[in-house]
């Protein structure tokens, strides 16, 4: 996607930013919720009321996508690691929240220094027993990746090469 395809995007997303900041406030009064994750929901909160954090929320637009990029990792997490029912039920914006955390934590990372987007994806990860959805949302690798074939394959290279793809792919 060109830049300015991104930006367009982003402001769309952070359209949902008010709704995302209700939506934590009301995950982190919920008892099904773990405490862990209701910790973390209090301190996107607090990063999102303070204004003076990675990327000054007095700088328009660029100040608020660390916010929703938090915010949305945190929402993820939280879907990683229990059902996305509870996420579902106290969300009250339009569209699908999983749909929109997985679209603000693929997108906002390409528009915010790297620096950044590194300190935040460090902070919130995923655990062994969740599912992988952050991990798939947070990775930014092609899923298609082209292979160049050989033009005489000796015998035993085709063992080879399929040895090679497979420890790249793990």
Known sequence: MRKRELKSRMKNLLMFLPNMVILCAKL???????RTERALFAGALI?????FDFIPDMIPFVGQIDDLFLISLTVLRLIDRTDDSVVREHWRGGGDIVALAESAATVAPLLIPRRISRVLLSRV??????????????????????????????????????????????
């Not at 982190?28 to 919720?33: A, E, I, K, L």
């Not at 990063?47 to 204004?51: A, D, G, L, R, S």
């Open 47 to 51: 990063y999102f009321i303070i204004p």
């Open 125 to 170: 990860k995923p655990t062994a027993e969740g599912s992988g959805l952050l991990v798939n949302a947070s990775k930014f690798e092609p899923l298609l990746v082209e292979v160049p074939e050989t033009v005489r394959q000796k015998p035993g290279q085709k063992d080879e090469i399929r040895k090679a793809r497979d420890s790249k792919s793990a």
């Open 28 to 34: 982190m009064v919920d008892s099904r919720v773990p």
